[in-house]
C-alpha cells in the first residue's frame, strides 16, 4: 500500500440561524458553509509492523479523533476487511473553534479510504459521515452549501465572487454544546415558520453567485450565545470591525472571529493591523474544488 494524501479544508459559517430542538436533541438551523484555504493535511499509511489495529497520529489534539471514529464506521458500513492503516494529521486548523477542523478531518479520512479500498459508493459514504455529526456531511465533498436540518441536509449553491475572510483565532476553545445550551436558556432558537422562510430568502439571494448575503441574513444566532460564555469576544468583534471589515461575527459556536472584506488584500491589511494579538490573526479566501490550494501549504496568508 503507497501512501495517500487528502487536504481538509476549514469552514466558516456566512451566517447562521437557529431554530427549535428536533426530536433527536439537535437544533435545526440554517446556515452558508463555506470553505477556506486553511487546510489539515492528512496522509493514509500502512498500519505500523505489529500494531493491533487502525491507528490515528495527530500530534497536538489529545482524545479520541473524531478520524478514529471515521474509519470505524466505514469499515462497519462496507464490510471492509483490508490491512491495517495509520492516518497521520498534520494540524492547521485551530482546534475548537468553530470552523469544522475534527469535521473536515473525518471527511478527508473517508476521502482516503475510499480510495485505498475502491469502495467510491457515495451513499454509503454520506451515510458514515451523517452518523459522525452534522457538519461531516458538508466536508465528504468539501464546496459552498446551504446546510439545513441539523447541518446535514446541503444544498449545493454557486461559486461565489472573489472575497478575503480575516480569521481570528481565540487562545482557547468552547464547546459547542456548550454554546447551544447558553442559546437555550438565552431563548435565541426562532420559530419553524421564520426558519423556513429565512432559507428561502438565503437561497434567492446566493443563486447568483453573490460573495454574501445581504446584511439582515448575515447573522450568527448563535452569537450572543458564545459572547455570553466568552465576554471578551465583544472586545474581538470591536476590533475586527474597527480594521475595516464589512462584516464581523462569531465562525459557527465561536469562539474564533470573522471578519469579512471584498478582497483578500484588505483582509491581509486588517490581519498586519491586528498582529499584537496572540494567537495570532490570519487571511484567507474561499476555497473551491477547481482552486485546489498546493497540498504542502496551508492557504492561510499571515
Known amino acids: 500500500m503507497s501512501a495517500l494524501r487528502e487536504l481538509a479544508p476549514a469552514k466558516i459559517n456566512l451566517g447562521l440561524t437557529l431554530g427549535p430542538l428536533r426530536d433527536d436533541g439537535r437544533h435545526r438551523l440554517v446556515t452558508v458553509m463555506q470553505p477556506v484555504a486553511l487546510c489539515d493535511s492528512l496522509e493514509l499509511l500502512p498500519a505500523e509492523l505489529g500494531s493491533s489495529g487502525d491507528q490515528t497520529l495527530c500530534l497536538g489534539v489529545e482524545g479520541e479523533n473524531l478520524v478514529d471514529k471515521a474509519v470505524a464506521g466505514f469499515r462497519d458500513a462496507s464490510g471492509w476487511r483490508g490491512a491495517a492503516v495509520l492516518i497521520e494529521v498534520e494540524k492547521k486548523i485551530p482546534v475548537a473553534a468553530g470552523m469544522a477542523g475534527g469535521s473536515a478531518d473525518a471527511g478527508a479520512a473517508l476521502r482516503l479510504l475510499a480510495r485505498v479500498s475502491g469502495i467510491a459508493d457515495e451513499e454509503l459514504l454520506m451515510s458514515v459521515a451523517r452518523e459522525l ?21 446541503l444544498r449545493a449553491l454557486p461559486e461565489a465572487a472573489p472575497f478575503g475572510v480575516l480569521v481570528v483565532p481565540a487562545g482557547h476553545g468552547l464547546a459547542t454544546a456548550d454554546v447551544f445550551a447558553e442559546a437555550d436558556r438565552l431563548a435565541l432558537p426562532r420559530s419553524a415558520a421564520e426558519l423556513e422562510s429565512r ?26 450565545a458564545a459572547v455570553s460564555l466568552a465576554p471578551e469576544l465583544a472586545w474581538t468583534l470591536d476590533d475586527v470591525r474597527s480594521a475595516g471589515a464589512q462584516t464581523a461575527l462569531v465562525c459557527g459556536s465561536g469562539p474564533t472571529v470573522i471578519g469579512l472584506f471584498g478582497d483578500l488584500g484588505g483582509a491581509r491589511a486588517a490581519a498586519l493591523s491586528l498582529s499584537g494579538r496572540s494567537p495570532a490573526p490570519f487571511a484567507v479566501e474561499p476555497w473551491y474544488p477547481s482552486v485546489m490550494p498546493d497540498a504542502n501549504t496551508d492557504g492561510a496568508s499571515e
Open 133 to 153: 455529526g452534522a457538519d461531516v456531511p458538508g466536508q465528504l465533498k468539501p464546496r459552498r452549501y446551504l446546510a439545513s436540518g441539523a447541518g446535514e441536509e
Open 199 to 224: 432559507q428561502a430568502e438565503l437561497v434567492a439571494a446566493l443563486a447568483a453567485g453573490a460573495a454574501f448575503a445581504p446584511p439582515e441574513l448575515l447573522v450568527n444566532d448563535l452569537e450572543p
